[in-house]
């Protein structure tokens, strides 16, 4: 007898188990990657991830495709806090005559103001990359979702006495299908990217001439390249990488071109 009344105990211990290791899953959301491809031509997203261009998600520039013979890069940074090496980059790119787009947090405005003012009066599209760079997945609801981003919005017009673009990368790159919907609903245009690399923890930092030789091995038509402008790799080799980028045929697009 016992036998029989234990099996429908352990189903039913299973059956909560697995229901919970699902919503533990999906709460999580998905990490965005991209899988390189060789002979710099595009890479692909997964195709569990395609669903991102429903919700005007962008990852990579499709009009400039392996087969367009003009080429086009767009620079992306996602910037939190200032160590020396933003001013660095934009040093850089000034001098080099190129704009990006800076995804920034509540941190950057409130603590590197004039910063932030600096990248506005020199062409660079400043965006959203929340407030507090927390799990958008986890946040509840759309009213949550829309505080997060509305409260950089708030900070950003106070500084700079502009409207924020609506522009929007979430923080680590995590996401789901709900969170574009919400992003979409408000307006927002999230931005992912088709190149990245482990440039982010200071104390764990690329050699410049590996680094260096890891983007130009990559690159490809249409590329959106992550950088982390707070890396002092990325600091010491902007202007190079912007020069060869020129030399390879390259020039440097705006968010309004990738989403038009």
């Known amino acids: 007898m016992t036998k029989y009344k234990v099996v429908p105990v352990i189903s039913l211990f299973l059956g909560i188990a697995l229901l919970f290791a699902l919503t533990a899953s999906a709460a999580k959301g998905q990490s965005w990657y991209c899988v390189r491809a060789k002979d710099n031509k595009q890479p692909r997203c997964d195709a569990d991830m395609e669903y991102i261009e429903n919700y005007d998600g962008y990852y990579i520039d499709h009009n400039h495709g392996d087969a ?8 992306t940074f996602d ?36 910063l932030v003012k600096r990248m506005v009066a020199e062409g660079h599209t400043v965006a959203n990359h929340t407030f507090s760079h927390k799990n958008m997945t986890k946040v509840g609801s759309y009213e949550d979702f829309c505080a997060e981003l509305q409260r950089l919005e708030i900070d950003y017009k106070t500084l700079t006495g502009e409207e924020m673009p609506k522009y929007y990368r979430p923080p680590e790159g995590v996401f789901d299908e709900t969170t574009m919907k919400y992003a979409k609903d408000a307006g927002y245009k999230t931005i992912f990217w088709s190149f990245a690399y482990a440039d982010w923890d200071n104390d764990k930092q690329m050699s410049p001439e590996r680094a260096k030789e890891k983007i130009m091995e990559n690159i490809h038509n249409g590329a959106v390249i992550l950088l982390h402008p707070t890396s002092a790799t990325n600091a010491a080799i902007m202007g190079d990488v912007i020069r060869e980028l020129k030399a390879a045929g390259y020039r440097f697009g705006t968010m309004e071109e990738l989403t038009a």
Request: zero cysteines; hydrophobic letters at 40%.
């Open 79 to 114: 910037a939190g806090y200032e160590n020396g090496n933003v001013e660095k980059i934009l040093d850089a790119m000034k001098a080099e005559q190129v704009t990006g787009t800076f995804f920034v947090l509540g941190n950057l405005i409130e603590k590197n103001g004039d």
């Open 68 to 75: 367009n013979e003009e080429k086009v890069v767009y620079l």
